[in-house]
Nanobody, 124 residues
Framework: QVQLVESGGGSVQVGGSLNLSCTVS????????FGWFRQGPGKEREGVAA????????DYADSVKGRFTISQGSAKKTLYLQMNSLKPEDTGMYYC??????????????????WGQGTQVTVS
């Protein structure tokens, strides 16, 4: 099993940047697909980005390509989402997620089964 805890959310002006972090606990091996998701008010949860193998595979929603970057820290114990050029439509609760996988088929459409509690991002 794996435990995820998000941090780094907050309020930022349009065009600003935020770097979200997700600490990973009870993590023994590298065979995990990790992802970032978000849910705005009155909207369905949507996938933002996914990563596998320390960056050997990444996947992004079209709405964030060129602005957001997903990455993993040393020993893959920390997941990051660097968000630049933020827009009001980026506002929402952001969640990190994971699922065990021995392949690089890691996309935002995968069935993630481990979730953090979320961190709020407000762009205005």
């Amino acid at each position: 099993q794996v435990q995820l805890v998000e941090s780094g959310g907050g309020s930022v002006q349009v065009g600003g940047s935020l770097n979200l972090s997700c600490t990973v606990s009870k993590y023994a091996y590298s065979y995990y697909c990790f992802g970032w998701f978000r849910q705005g008010p009155g909207k369905e949860r949507e996938g933002v980005a996914a990563i596998y193998g320390g960056g050997s595979f990444t996947d992004y929603a079209d709405s964030v390509k060129g602005r957001f970057t997903i990455s993993q820290g040393s020993a893959k114990k920390t997941l990051y989402l660097q968000m630049n050029s933020l827009k009001p439509e980026d506002t929402g609760m952001y969640y990190c997620a994971a699922h065990y996988s021995i392949s690089s088929r890691c996309t935002i459409s995968n069935n993630f089964d481990r979730w953090g509690q979320g961190t709020q991002v407000t762009v205005s």
